[in-house]
């Protein structure tokens, strides 16, 4: 059966996501706007996936517990994972290997983790926007170890993505799909980038405000609708 999906959502957890974005906010809104799939991937953290997934569960809406990652080369990968706990150990990984900058929400707001009744149960000190020690080259495999699924986010855009930064996509990386923001240039990209071909591509809103969530129109196809064979539809 096919999907529709967005992949790629920010919560208030996110220095740059709007404090409307509550995780029953994001839910409610994408099952309103007839998504069957999202997945909360804030900035280095999962730390709100909980209260998101307890929200999809109540009202019918499937959520994958998820991150946008920054590797040391300041590339952003978004991190999915089949269950909460597989997702919550990968949160643990990553804080031991970012920059612990304190936060000053005054410039780069705040990052509350909240419940599933969008009530504050604490706020994370720490920035989440700086780069891991994380090497791209390594992530695909340390996310697959894990237990999920990662793979370059907005590759299509001019900062913050694989090939604005690297130029190329190296093999050895391992992905086996990537993210664009644009789906108009799926076409362009896969000719200038040949390794596209053999990547599955899908195409997410990366929102960050309720405003930015966009009316489905993407689909992936599945046996079934789960977690996991979201990760193996991505990861094969």
Not at 64 to 86: N, Q, Y
Not at 93 to 117: A, F, L, S, W
Request: with cysteine; net charge negative; charged share 25%.
């Amino acid at each position: 059966m096919k999907y529709f999906y967005d992949l790629h959502l920010h919560s208030c957890l996110s220095p740059c996501g709007d404090m409307d974005m509550t995780p029953n906010n994001i839910v409610n809104m994408a099952k309103l706007l007839g998504f069957d799939i999202i997945a909360l991937t804030d900035h280095n953290s999962s730390l709100n996936c909980e209260a998101a997934m307890k929200v999809g569960e109540e009202v019918g809406l499937l959520v994958l517990a998820g991150m946008e990652l920054t590797t040391s080369e300041d590339i952003h990968v978004v991190c999915l994972f089949p269950d909460l706990e597989k997702a919550l150990k990968w949160n643990e990984y990553v804080d031991n290997h970012r920059i612990k900058i304190k936060n000053k929400p005054e410039i780069y707001g705040r990052q509350v983790i909240m419940n599933e009744n969008d009530e504050e149960t604490g706020e994370v000190e720490h920035l989440l926007l700086p780069a891991t020690d994380i090497s791209v080259m390594s992530a695909h495999s340390l996310v697959r170890d894990f237990g999920g699924v990662c793979l370059p986010a907005h590759i299509d855009r001019d900062s913050l993505s694989i090939l604005s930064v690297l130029g190329e996509i190296d093999p050895s990386c391992g992905f086996t799909a990537a993210e664009l923001s644009d789906k108009s240039r799926e076409e362009e990209l896969r000719k200038a980038h040949p390794i596209l071909n053999g990547m599955k591509i899908i195409t997410d809103s990366d929102a960050h405000y309720l405003e930015n969530m966009r009316e489905p129109e993407n689909v992936m196809e599945l046996c079934e609708l789960s977690a996991q064979r979201v990760i193996e539809y991505l990861d094969s």
